[in-house]
């Protein structure tokens, strides 16, 4: 086995455990199911906040403000009471276990840890709200964790009620999560005294303050996104779909951070972040992985068959930011020549927009969460407006550059390749 080869198959391996491991592939699934409900609360958030000044006139003196502002106070203001439920959900089906129970649990769980205050009556009780958004995800993924795990350890050691015979399915898997439901709150108890009896008050502010502040403003870091950017490309490179790999590790901080600039365009001001979630569709897949539409867009013009042949029918889905039929059918995968475009290339366009949001020629993106299907030039645009598409397309003619004095050397080994071809079939007919 040559060493490229064993190099391959060591980081399959380190991926593979990666992507496997119970933990990150529930948050990670948790996480990614949740994205009907962050599209719909970004689309909304964008209807509702769009600055142009007719339209606002309009909703405004038709009342319709009041509505199109609620879609996004049910999705994306309540993204952690979603994420409680979905990641300990996946997380029991993993383990092969109930998880509608393990979500319903860690649902409450997560309400029990939930600061409660009174209302200005004095009276009526009512949660956190902040709490309940991006600001207390990290609260969401840890509390799913620990139900989860603890859900699907008593039921593996058989620690719960056993019906007998007979008993509808429904109702048995209903008294079968009572007796672990009721170690979970006597747990969550626990936590929230030993919380309550610090000076952050709660788990809540805990964690705030310890995990989640100190890693937004790590993941949140220019340096971190480069590096991010480097280890996804050089994991596809070697046939490892490295966007998967590493954004199960960090896309919780960029979802944190994307969700906390949308809040922030609900209110009509510009966000702090310009790292986010959105910022890797919109600057860094420009065409897909390796930002390749400047390498399609080339092939067009091809001499060689081959390549002209698998632009046109590659063309479309990139522009959508699918482009696997380039990755794996030029291939990029393994392909040595085209390593240093494809890493650097992501590396230039992020690089850029980071350069030129900092020093406010871009915008802060807006973190609409658009879904993958979006063309570019489209996605920037609902993200931060016509500057951000603009910049697009100044990327996909950089991409064209960087990538075209590599390609034109494949192209013409591969039309010399045809010609020779062409050849021998003419004097084998003759």
């Known amino acids: 086995m040559s060493s490229g080869a064993e190099w391959r198959v060591k980081i399959q391996k380190v991926s593979t455990k990666i992507q496997k491991n119970n933990y990150i592939s529930a948050i990670s699934n948790g996480l990614m199911a949740l994205m009907p409900i962050l599209i719909l609360g970004a689309i909304f958030s964008l209807i509702n906040a769009l ?70 009556d004095g009276a009526t009780k009512a949660f956190g709200y902040s709490w309940l958004g991006a600001k207390g995800l990290f609260v969401a993924i840890i509390v799913a964790l620990i139900v989860g795990k603890l859900y699907t350890y008593l039921l593996e050691k058989k620690i719960y009620i056993k019906m007998p015979k007979g008993v509808p399915p429904t109702v048995e898997k209903s008294f079968a999560a009572l007796t672990p439901g009721f170690i979970i709150v006597f747990v969550m108890l626990i936590l929230t005294a030993i919380f309550g009896a610090t000076k952050y008050g709660n788990m809540h502010e805990f964690v705030f303050s310890i995990i989640q502040l100190p890693l937004t403003s790590l993941g949140g870091t220019w340096w971190a996104m480069l590096i991010c950017i480097f280890l996804i490309h050089l994991l596809w490179f070697f046939g490892v779909h490295g966007t998967l790999v590493v954004y199960s590790v960090v896309g919780p901080i960029w979802v944190a951070l994307g969700l906390e600039n949308l809040d922030a365009y609900q209110r009509g001001v510009e966000g702090t972040h310009i790292i986010g979630s959105p910022f890797f569709p919109v600057y860094v897949l420009i065409g897909g992985a390796g930002a390749t539409l400047g390498l399609i867009i080339a092939m067009l013009f091809a001499k060689s068959t081959r390549y002209r042949t698998l632009g046109k029918l590659a063309i479309i889905p990139s522009i959508i930011g699918v482009n696997e039929p380039v990755i ?15 890493i650097l290339t992501p590396l230039v366009s992020s690089g850029l927009a980071i350069l030129l949001t900092s020093i406010g020629i871009l915008p802060v993106l807006h973190g609409i969460q658009v879904p993958l299907g979006i063309p570019v030039l489209v996605n920037g645009w609902m993200n931060g407006g016509w500057r951000v598409s603009a910049f697009q397309l100044v990327m996909i003619g950089v991409s064209f550059a960087i990538y075209y004095p590599f390609f034109k050397k494949a192209d013409f080994e591969a039309y010399e390749l045809e010609q020779q071809a062409e050849s021998k079939t003419a004097a084998a007919v003759n």
Do not use: H, W
Not at 332 to 342: A, K
């Open 51 to 120: 600055k142009l000044e007719p339209y606002q006139n309009f909703l405004e003196s038709s009342g319709l403000k009041t509505y199109t502002a609620i879609p996004a106070t049910i999705t994306t203001d309540l993204i952690a009471l979603y994420a409680v439920f979905s990641i300990a959900y996946n997380f029991a089906v993993q383990l092969k276990q109930q998880g509608f129970s393990a979500g319903i649990l860690a649902l409450m769980s997560f309400l029990l840890v939930t600061p409660k205050g009174l209302l200005d």
């Open 328 to 342: 794996f059918g030029m291939p990029l995968v393994l392909n040595v020549r085209f390593m240093i475009p494809f």
